[in-house]
């Protein structure tokens, strides 16, 4: 299964709940535009959900730094959350963890932004 | 271990379309070539993403999804090691000049990860020149001792 994203709006955060593979070809494609679309329209704070992604390959770590950097440049924020542990472990061999702030609880995601 | 238990059986030798069916697939294989002889879970799903990254390296980097270039794919039992073999027909690949993907100016690149994974996730990898000019790629992953 590709990845299935799923935006809420709680406040002034955008909750992008993902599930599913973001590796390359479709699955990282599909953040990509996501991430772009909800940038052109101005969210400028995003929570990425990444409870229920089962994989995420070299690709798919490439979208979500270009997601931060996407996001960032347009004066806003991108929070991970929910990372399975073998997310966690990618993110340790990457070096990405010093990049991301990373949250396990939804509530303190949100009220980071604030 | 005798040396009938060390002997090396290869268990696939094909060559395969530059296509991501073609990465799915050799992942697939090697996963369940793993669990068949007592990988643990997280050992079988580290040596099938190591070789998922080396097979998009040949079909993408290397090959660049041609219909005229395959990828040779073997794999291969010895004893209580998995090894993989993987050549593109590419230009070849210099390790060296690829940047350094855990400094500090590079952390925000979009790719180059790869082959950083790949490493940890194995017990041993080697790129060389194939005889073609294309990637010659080699990746092994052990049972525990013991196991």
Known sequence: MSVKLTTRQIGDVTVIDAAGRITLGEGSSTFRDSIKELT?????????????VSYIDSSGI??????FTTVSNAGGQL??????????????????????????DEAAGLASFN | MSNAENQT?????????????????????????????GFVEDDAYQLGYAVREAMVNA??????YSAN?????????????????????????????????????????????????????????????AATGGTRVFLRKSLPPGT
């Open chain 1, 79 to 104: 929070k991970l959350l929910k990372l399975t542990k073998r997310i966690q472990d990618l993110l340790q061999i990457t070096k990405l963890y010093t990049i991301f702030e990373v949250f396990d």
């Open chain 2, 59 to 64: 079909v993408v980097h290397g090959n660049g």
């Open chain 2, 9 to 37: 059986v290869v268990i696939v030798d094909q060559h395969l379309e530059s296509t991501l069916d073609s990465v799915d697939a050799s992942e697939e294989r090697v996963k369940n070539l793993a669990a068949e002889i």
């Open chain 2, 69 to 129: 270039k395959l990828v040779h794919f073997v794999l291969s039992r010895c004893g209580a090691s998995i090894d993989i073999l993987i050549e593109d027909e590419g230009q070849g690949f210099v390790p060296e000049r690829q940047a350094d993907p855990l400094a500090e100016e590079n952390l925000l690149n979009q790719s180059g990860r790869g082959i950083m994974i790949i490493r940890a996730f194995v017990d041993e990898f080697s790129i060389e020149r």
């Open chain 1, 62 to 67: 490439g979208e979500l730094v270009s997601g």
């Open chain 1, 40 to 52: 052109a329209k101005g969210h400028k704070k995003v929570l990425l959900n990444l409870g229920e």
